[in-house]
Nanobody, 114 residues
């Protein structure tokens, strides 16, 4: 069983920055992909960003140029640096890790005020 624990969420003004962290309970080398999703009130969960075990990254169009995903294998942690935040970025952000199974964290709330 793998545990993913997100942290770093909070309340920030529009234009501000936050850095989310996702700490895994075991080595992240075994995951083919790790990523971030988000779910705003009344909306479906949507994909935000992913990073592969080789370090390749992809982003949703809505966050491209503003968010950066990275990983620190030694710390078993994936990060999401979020800059130029907008009220539309308000959501619960979930960490995801994919191996033979799909693992999810419990989520961390990000609220961007206008």
């Amino acid at each position: 069983q793998v545990q993913l624990v997100e942290s770093g969420g909070g309340l920030v003004q529009s234009g501000g920055s936050l850095r989310l962290s996702c700490a895994a309970s075991r080595s992240i080398f075994s995951f083919s992909t790790m990523g971030w999703y988000r779910q705003a009130p009344g909306k479906q969960r949507e994909w935000v960003a992913r990073i592969t075990s080789a370090g390749s990254t992809n982003y949703a169009d809505s966050v491209k140029g503003r968010f950066t995903i990275s990983r620190d294998n030694a710390k078993r942690t994936v990060y999401l640096q979020m800059n130029s935040l907008k009220p539309d970025d308000t959501a619960v952000y979930y960490c995801n890790a994919v191996s033979s199974y799909n693992y999810w964290g419990q989520g961390t709330q990000v609220t961007v005020s206008s």
